[in-house]
């Protein structure tokens, strides 16, 4: 292969870190295979490298059969890690607080509705409302009590911007 050929390739996927779920991120890889003209076959070389943490783990547990294709590598890692991903997710939302030294309010809510997602898959939109909202106040208190307060007590104008920051994207 001659070194001077430039290859499209994603960021690696480790779905601890990762702002893309696996869905997401195949969709990307495919984009990048496409731009490098790889069939199914360069594909399935190409992919596993690009795996990180619990993604090479899972991977590396697929059945031969599992992953002979790409759909059915697609399909069975999706699964496997969705599974994994919803813990995962879950436990970081419980946790998550908002960082004024690194991020925005609207940067913390979008993470919020990110991780309630990922962890909630099956829930619609009108079912994580409250546990974003929940999410949200929780971790403004680790931050600013104050703040978490106001929204709580649904004090003025301030809860109406949250509430409907907090439902519109949702």
């Given amino acids: ?20 779920d696996f869905e997401q991120w195949i969709h990307k890889f495919k ?34 059969g599992e992953k002979d294709t790409m759909p059915h590598l697609v399909t069975n890692l999706t699964k496997k890690l969705n599974v994994a991903s919803q813990m995962q997710s879950s436990e970081e939302l419980y946790r998550r607080v908002l ?34 909202l929940t999410a949200f106040i929780r971790g403004l208190r680790g931050h600013s009590p104050a703040l978490a307060r106001k929204v709580e007590l649904k004090n003025g104008k301030l809860v109406l911007v949250y509430m409907h920051m907090m439902t519109t994207v949702c």
């Fill in 31 to 64: 984009a990048c295979a496409t731009a490098n003209e790889w069939d199914d076959n360069a594909q399935l070389r190409h992919l596993p490298p690009l795996l990180r943490g619990d993604a090479w783990i899972l991977y590396d547990e697929l059945a031969p």
């Fill in 1 to 20: 292969m001659d070194p001077s050929l430039y290859f499209a390739l994603p960021e690696s996927f480790d779905p601890l870190t990762s702002v893309l």
């Fill in 99 to 132: 960082d004024t030294g690194t991020e925005t309010l609207l940067t913390y809510q979008n993470d919020i509705k990110r991780l309630a997602h990922r962890a909630y898959p099956d829930m619609s939109s009108d079912q994580l409302k409250p546990i974003v």
